[in-house]
C-alpha cells in the first residue's frame, strides 16, 4: 500500500487537497482509500467523506465538555486518546486492502508532528506490511507572502518536518488558484533560491546570526531549496495531476520505512 501522509500548518488545505486527490483517484479508478486523523474537525469544513475517520473513536467537542477543557487542551487530549486506539486504525486499514492511502492529519500542525501521540499513530501505520509512505508538505503561499523571512521560515518548517518522519517529503503550494501567477511565480523563485532572499532582504534586526545564517544557507543551498515544489488548487484540480504523478514516482523509488 503506497501512503501519503498529509501535513501542514492550520489552514494550508490539508483537507482540501484531500478531497482533491481523492476525486482524481476516483476519476481513474485506482482502489484508494482517506483516512481523516482530525478528531476536531467539523463536517461541512471536511470536504470529503473519509473512509476510515478518527471521530469514530474520539470527537474534540465531546472531550472539551467532558473534561472541561479550552480548545488546545482539548485537541491534545483527543490525539492522545486516539493513539491509544492506534491499533484499531492500523486493522480497520488493512482489512481494506487498498493499493493507496491519503492521510489527512489534524489541523494543527503541531499535534501531529511533534507530539508522541501523532508519532505513534503515524509508527503504527508504518508497520503495515508492504507500506511505502511519503510526506505532502503543504506551503499556504499565504504564510510566504508576509515577508521574505516567512518564506524561510517555512523551508525550515519543511525540513523539520522531514527529520521527524524521515521519510521522502514533497513540498506543495496550495490555493494557486486565489494568487496571480506573477504573485505565485515569485514565491515559487525563493522557495528554490533561498539565497536570494538574503540578497533581497538587507536589513536584519539581530544581524550577526542572520549573517551566519546567510553563510550556510548558500553553503548548503541543495538542502534548503526546494527544487521540486509543485503548485496545485484544490478547488480547480489544476496541478494536481503533476502532484499524482510526483508521487508515483517518489513511492516507486522508497522502500518503505524502519519500524
Ligand atoms: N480557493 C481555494 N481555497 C482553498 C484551497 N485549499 C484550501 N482552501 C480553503 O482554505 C481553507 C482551509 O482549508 P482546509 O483544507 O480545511 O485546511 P486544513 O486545516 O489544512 O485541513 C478552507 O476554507 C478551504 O476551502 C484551494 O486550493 N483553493
Ligand atoms: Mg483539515
Given amino acids: 500500500m503506497d501512503v501519503a501522509f498529509i501535513i501542514g500548518p492550520a489552514g494550508s488545505g ?72 492506534a491499533d484499531k486504525i492500523k486493522k480497520a486499514i488493512s482489512e481494506l486492502r487498498a493499493d493507496i492511502l491519503i492521510v489527512d492529519t489534524p489541523g494543527q500542525l503541531e499535534v501531529f508532528a511533534f507530539r508522541p501521540s501523532g508519532y505513534e499513530i503515524f509508527r503504527t501505520i508504518n ?16 504564510l510566504c507572502k508576509s515577508g521574505l523571512n516567512a518564506i524561510l521560515s517555512v523551508l525550515l518548517l519543511s525540513s523539520s518536518i522531514f527529520w521527524r518522519f524521515q521519510l521522502p517529503v514533497i513540498d506543495v503550494v496550495t490555493k494557486r488558484d486565489l494568487l496571480p501567477s506573477e504573485e505565485l511565480d515569485k514565491i515559487l523563485y525563493f522557495l528554490e533560491n533561498p539565497s536570494a532572499i538574503f540578497d533581497e532582504l538587507k536589513e536584519f534586526p539581530v544581524r550577526d546570526i542572520a549573517l551566519e545564517w546567510e553563510a550556510m544557507v548558500a553553503e548548503f543551498e541543495e538542502i534548503f531549496a526546494r527544487k521540486e515544489i509543485i503548485a496545485v488548487s484544490s478547488e480547480t ?3 494536481i495531476a503533476d502532484l499524482f504523478a510526483k508521487m508515483q514516482e517518489v513511492w516507486s523509488k522508497s522502500g518503505g520505512v524502519e519500524t
Fill in 127 to 142: 508497520e503495515i506490511e508492504g507500506t511505502r509512505s511519503l510526506i505532502l508538505f503543504l506551503i499556504d503561499p499565504f
Fill in 237 to 239: 484540480g489544476e496541478g
Fill in 14 to 85: 490539508k483537507s482540501m487537497l484531500t478531497s482533491a486527490l481523492a476525486y482524481y483517484l476516483d476519476q481513474r479508478r485506482i482502489f484508494y482509500a482517506t483516512l481523516n486523523l482530525d478528531p476536531a474537525v467539523e463536517d461541512p469544513s471536511l470536504h470529503y467523506n473519509p473512509t476510515i475517520d478518527a471521530r469514530d473513536w474520539v470527537k474534540t467537542s465531546e472531550i472539551m465538555k467532558k473534561f472541561k477543557l479550552g480548545p488546545n487542551g482539548a485537541i491534545i487530549a483527543s490525539c492522545d486518546i486516539l493513539a491509544a486506539h
